[in-house]
């Protein structure tokens, strides 16, 4: 069965502090893997979206990670904001077959001032 | 940000009645999913529709129905709504790469 963990399952940090999410996933074969951020009472956005042969992707200050041989991916949040306070999910689509990406249960992160 | 509207956006209903909301894009996406997110299980896909009457069961669809007689309109239907079911729900749609999917803004349904 497709499966996505996420760790930790929140986080607490203070503003300006670095900090990183964990994903690991068996969703095999792989077709890409994204990161969403959901603010309170909000839909999912996406913050990034990496394909089998990417590595590293930046959007300003996140900045994600993939190990698609050992099925690893990182979340990086440089210089932490208050706006930042939010779940993060991880989303992995597996090739073929309909598109049903299977979803982590989220990271949520505090930022305190 | 994508073009997808979710109406009603906040809704209390009785136990016992039925409930539809309903997944508006303007996108010509064909993929539309309806999801509920609940504290503790995150995402949970409850139907999806990979195009105009092209629908399927997804891991927690028991009580629900949907239907899709247009690309920009997916229902989901509680026919008789219970506690359980008080939850947000989510749609979203994706295009024929799969690349990004793109969520509403929720649904918020409680049921009493």
């Not at chain 1, 689509?93 to 598109?99: D, E, K, M, Q, T």
């Not at chain 2, 940000?1 to 906040?10: E, K, L, N, Y």
Request: proline share 4%; charged share 15%; aromatic share 10%.
């Amino acid at each position: 069965k497709n499966q996505v963990e996420q760790s930790p399952q929140s986080l607490i940090i203070l503003e300006g502090k670095n900090c990183t999410l964990q994903c690991n996933y068996t969703v095999s074969p792989f077709s890409n893997l994204r990161w969403y951020k959901q603010d309170t009472g909000r839909g999912p956005v996406s913050l990034t979206i990496m394909t089998f042969s990417e590595n590293t992707k930046s959007n300003g200050r996140y900045t994600a990670t993939l190990d698609a041989d050992t099925k690893q991916s990182s979340l990086h949040i440089t210089a932490s904001q208050l706006s930042d306070s939010a779940s993060y999910i991880c989303v992995v689509l597996g090739v073929g077959g309909s598109y049903i990406p299977t979803f982590g249960r989220g990271t949520s992160l505090i930022v305190h001032p | 940000d994508a073009g997808i509207t979710q109406s009603p956006r906040h809704k209390v209903t009785e136990t016992g009645t039925p409930v539809t909301l309903r997944c508006h894009q303007t996108e010509n996406h064909r993929y539309m999913y309806w999801y509920r997110q609940d504290p503790g299980h995150g995402l949970r896909l409850i139907h999806y529709s990979y195009g105009v009457k092209d629908t399927d069961k997804g891991e927690v669809s028991d009580g629900y129905s949907v239907s899709r007689s247009k690309t920009e309109d997916f229902l989901l239907t509680l026919e008789s709504a219970t506690s359980s079911q008080t939850s947000v729900y989510f749609c979203a749609i994706t295009d024929s790469s799969g690349n990004t999917i793109y969520f509403g803004e929720g649904s918020w349904l409680t049921v009493v």
